[in-house]
RNA sequence: GGUGCUAUCGUCUAGUGGCCUAGGACAACGGCCUCUCACGCCGUAAACCCCGGUUCGACUCCGGGUAGCACUACCA
């Protein structure tokens, strides 16, 4: 693992972030980028930190900010520094701060003045309706090298003339320079060297007046730099952009604590082609979040991992195994032992199908090795709910007590992969079949529950 | 269209030039167990994308195809 750092970064302490953006419930598969930074970090003793990145205002979903920190919660993905849930609700720690984008307006202000003061970036008036008509009149039209001078920006009208329009209040972005035909190599830490030529890259927008916020691009290398930021662990679709991050970072002289890249294999469908989707859950049948979400922006209720009763080491140890996998055979790690073992070098390069099947497997595996006592706790709860109003029929009508219903679970437990299913195979010991005063079972509701 | 990434059983994967007659797991199928079903146990079937090259020897290295995916927004 030593290896993999460079010198420029051996000195520093491994800080690793998950950036999420609060536009609906935290997604599996962003379930799993936060799982294998959180590995990273707590394997190298370093930092996991958590940022929300909220520069899109249009997008923002109330309570999905709450929704991502207690789903982290849950499954056990500790945050050292950023965001975090402590008691249901949200607090901050860590002195990189504010950890939410929308809160950090000024800083960067200070960063795009940066890059138009050193001539890397520039002001640009084209209104959204001027480059679609743009793009309907020239095919495969791009903002860069060949184009910029026929558009309207400050390269075109002059810096003094720019600033007049915006003194007038006239909407703007800012635009990234690029020069054209430079070979620009990112060293990926799962697929090695990537090369691209300048020339394909479009002079991306990096700043919109509109909402006062900065995009995507320039949030993410500002904040990763300013919170030393190590390794960027993240999702095999920003891969194509990740040169653009490299020039950016030249661009504000950082490049020699640029943090190391490692794009993460995609979660694929488990039928047909393409990436896991939010919609896949509700057409296949099966969660695709970690915990039932309810948006309150398009009123929708989306099923979660945690309500269908897994259980969150399950959820963890199968996510583990989409797209990273130790020499050998080991199926079942704990969270210790992903920790242990887990690195990036043996993550796989291509994308992973997302198989449920397997997933229901390893919450029965987890559900066998939990003791009957654990389990009773679990179903309680899902029991009296269901005995509301009826008479149990063990022991006389006597309570129905926890080490009663342990025993009962001992019983049945092997045939079930979740808790809440303990109720279909196991509701004749705690209500009589219609038309009977008590069960038909011969060793049950007569005297007592089975002593064994 | 352009650019990039990827390529072992249906699925997740092991494999880093001879240990491969390609291993494990899920799913499938068959058997055993069993009053049924399930669990469990045992077993069966199932893959190196194609074509060249390098080599005494390629799943493994190289080249070219092909296919899949991602990106190509004032979204992240």
Redesign the pocket.
């Known amino acids: 693992m030593q290896r993999q750092l460079k010198c420029s970064n051996m000195a520093r302490k491994i800080c690793v972030r998950f950036?999420?953006?609060p536009?609906g419930a935290l997604h599996i598969g962003g379930v799993r980028t936060a799982l294998y930074n959180y590995l990273f970090a707590r394997q190298h003793g370093g930092t996991m930190l958590l940022r929300i990145?909220d520069?899109?205002s249009?997008?923002f979903v109330p309570g999905a900010e709450e929704y991502i920190l207690e789903a982290l919660d849950w499954l056990g993905i500790g945050i050292d520094e950023g965001l975090r849930w402590e008691n249901g609700q949200i607090v901050q720690v860590g002195n990189h701060g504010p950890y939410r984008q929308s809160e950090r307006r000024e800083i960067y202000h200070q960063y795009v003045d940066q890059l138009i003061n050193s001539g890397h970036a520039y002001y640009?008036?084209?209104?959204?309706e001027?480059?679609d008509a743009k793009?309907a009149e020239i095919p495969?039209f791009?903002?860069d090298a060949r184009t910029r001078m026929q558009m309207d920006n400050s390269l075109v009208i002059g810096m003094d003339a720019a600033k007049q329009r915006i003194a007038a209040g006239e909407?703007?972005?800012v635009r990234f320079l690029i020069q054209p035909d430079e070979n620009v190599t990112v060293h990926d830490l799962i697929?090695?060297?990537?090369?691209?030529?300048s020339s394909?890259l479009?002079d991306?927008?990096l700043y919109?007046?509109?909402d006062d916020?900065?995009?995507?691009?320039l949030a993410?290398i500002v904040d990763d730099h300013l919170m030393e930021v190590t390794q960027v662990i993240r999702g095999?679709?920003?891969?194509?952009?990740a040169p653009l991050h490299v020039l950016l970072y030249r661009a504000f002289g950082w490049e020699d604590t640029m943090p190391q890249f490692a794009h993460l294999?995609?979660l694929?469908k488990?039928d047909?082609?393409?990436?896991l989707s939010k919609r896949d859950g509700d057409r296949l049948g099966f969660p695709v979040f970690p915990l039932e979400f309810h948006n309150q922006k398009d009123g929708t209720v989306s099923s979660g991992y945690r309500e269908s009763g897994y259980f969150p080491e399950a959820v963890i140890n199968f996510l583990a195994?989409?797209?990273?996998?130790?020499?050998?055979?080991q199926?079942m790690f704990s969270m210790d032992e992903l920790i242990e073992q887990f690195s990036l070098d043996?993550v796989?390069?291509?994308?992973?199908?997302f198989?449920y099947?397997?997933g229901?497997?390893f919450n029965?595996q987890y559900l066998?090795n939990k003791s009957n006592e654990e389990l009773a706790q679990l179903f309680m709860p899902i029991l009296e709910q269901k005995l509301a109003g009826q008479t149990p029929v063990l022991n006389d009508g006597s309570t129905v007590v926890d080490t009663t219903v342990a025993k009962v679970i001992g019983l049945v437990k092997?045939?079930v992969n979740f808790i809440p299913e303990l109720w279909e195979q196991a509701n004749f010991f705690f209500v009589a079949p219609p038309n009977t005063t008590r069960s038909r079972l011969p060793n049950v509701g007569k005297k007592t529950v089975p002593t064994t």
């Open positions: 950036a999420p953006s536009t990145e520069t899109d249009t997008r640009a008036f084209d209104t959204p001027q480059l793009r495969n791009q903002y909407k703007y972005v697929r090695g060297d990537v090369t691209i030529n394909i479009d991306k927008v919109k007046s509109a916020l900065p995009t995507y691009h993410n095999e679709e920003w891969l194509p952009s294999p995609l694929l488990p047909g082609n393409g990436k195994l989409l797209g990273w996998h130790n020499t050998g055979d199926e043996r796989s390069k291509s994308g992973a199908k198989d099947e397997k229901k497997w029965h066998q092997d045939r």
